[in-house]
């Protein structure tokens, strides 16, 4: 089954710094890759996904680019507000395992983001 | 607020208790999610439906019983739960399974003594 490694655990920034999160995954079948935001008591929202027909996607100050041949995805957040400070999660998935018409979502471990004022 | 609502958001709960947790989606989506996020562990699924048929079971311990009456509700039954089964319980909606995107509701925590 597919395998997803995030990292890196915590990431501690300045306020106006860049972030960046990277994954990486095991099933070269994959090609659906969501990032996902999770604030304190509430459940993760979607933020950006990619899909492997595409390298790179932007939208505002968070972009994700996808290397399919190394098999790993990445998260940037640029000009970072103490707002940004949450829980990021990346997840793979196939989207139509075995012709199954499902595709289970695999997320990573996820990473602690905080932005300091 | 994203569509899918939970309830109790808070539930403690002794081992020989029988409860139920209880999501509810608001979007017109056909496919519903259970997952279990623990501290310092990824999210994990355990179920999910699509169109009222249960087409994921992930090695879920029977103590955990779902059921999707319709597309817009989802239950767990829970009973003679372990303390290790404490976790936060998020449920999630898609339009469809597959490369959709699944929105989260906020979760309940559950607490087992």
């Known amino acids: 089954g597919e395998n997803v490694e995030q990292h890196p655990s915590t990431l501690s920034v300045q306020e106006g710094d860049s972030a960046v999160i990277k994954c990486t995954y095991s099933?070269?079948?994959?090609?659906?890759f969501p990032w996902y935001k999770q604030e304190l008591g509430k459940g993760p929202q979607l933020i950006i996904d990619i899909r492997s027909n595409v390298g790179e996607k932007k939208d505002q100050r968070i972009a994700v680019t996808l290397n399919k041949t190394a098999k790993h995805f990445s998260l940037h957040i640029t000009e970072t507000q103490p707002e940004d400070s949450a829980v990021y999660f990346c997840a793979a998935t196939d989207g139509n395992a075995g012709g199954t018409s499902y595709g289970k979502l695999t997320f990573g471990q996820g990473t602690i983001l905080t932005v300091h004022p | 607020e994203t569509g899918v609502t939970q309830t109790p958001r808070h539930l403690v709960m002794g081992m020989t208790n029988k409860k139920s947790l209880k999501c509810e989606q608001h979007l017109g989506h056909n496919a519903m999610y259970w997952y279990k996020q623990s501290a310092k562990k990824p999210l994990e699924l355990m179920f999910v439906?699509?169109?009222?048929?249960?087409?994921e079971n992930n090695s879920v311990p029977s103590r955990f019983s779902p059921e999707c009456p319709n597309s817009s509700h989802l239950f767990l039954h829970l009973h003679t739960l372990q303390p290790e089964d404490s976790a936060l319980y998020l449920c999630?909606?898609?339009?469809?399974?597959?490369?959709?995107?699944?929105?989260f509701g906020p979760g309940t925590r559950l607490t087992v003594l």
């Open positions: 439906y699509s169109l009222e048929e249960r087409v």
């Open positions: 999630a909606s898609s339009l469809w399974t597959g490369l959709n995107e699944q929105f």
């Open positions: 099933d070269s079948a994959s090609n659906y």
